[in-house]
């Protein structure tokens, strides 16, 4: 572990943030490898202040670049593995579900991944499954993605 100052630190903080976004948990992690505990919190003290970190705004982003690839479980899944508060990702998940049609997504995928399930229903649920829908959309997303595909 290095030592570096305060200042170090911050500095160091607002390039690894200025690269991609980082959730606090995860940021206090990568801090912690280079200063003691007492400096890093200060760290993230002062750019929480200035606005540069916010596991809300991360959550939000997060879900929204990766709605319509994965399905709400896995985004949970992720979104929590990365130190995201429960209530945080519940809030997120809840206003992003508000705003779309997982059944719809998961059709989607189905037609742009038609080399995964090559058509099998067995394949199909198990794909969007593993991309985080539950069992029940999965199940009407098939049926509405054959009824598209046999539609004249």
């Known amino acids: 572990m290095k030592d570096e100052t305060p200042d170090e630190l911050f500095m160091y903080a607002v390039r690894v943030l200025g690269a991609r976004a980082y959730s606090e948990s995860v940021l206090r992690q990568k801090l912690a490898r280079r200063a003691k505990p007492e400096v890093v919190g200060a760290v993230l003290q002062r750019v929480k202040s200035l606005g540069y970190l916010d596991d ?45 049609d997982p059944v719809q997504e ?29 069992l029940g959309n999965a199940l009407a997303a098939w049926e509405r993605f054959i009824k598209q595909a046999t539609a004249p």
């Open 56 to 100: 809300q705004q991360y959550a939000e982003g997060y879900t929204r670049l990766y709605a319509g690839k994965w399905g709400a479980a896995k985004l949970r899944r992720v979104l929590l593995e990365k130190g995201v508060a429960r209530s945080i990702v519940d809030r997120v998940l809840a206003e992003q579900e508000s705003q779309s």
């Open 106 to 134: 998961a059709v989607g995928l189905l037609d742009r991944y038609k080399n995964r399930h090559k058509g099998e229903k067995p394949r199909a649920i198990r794909f969007l499954v593993n991309r985080g829908y539950n």
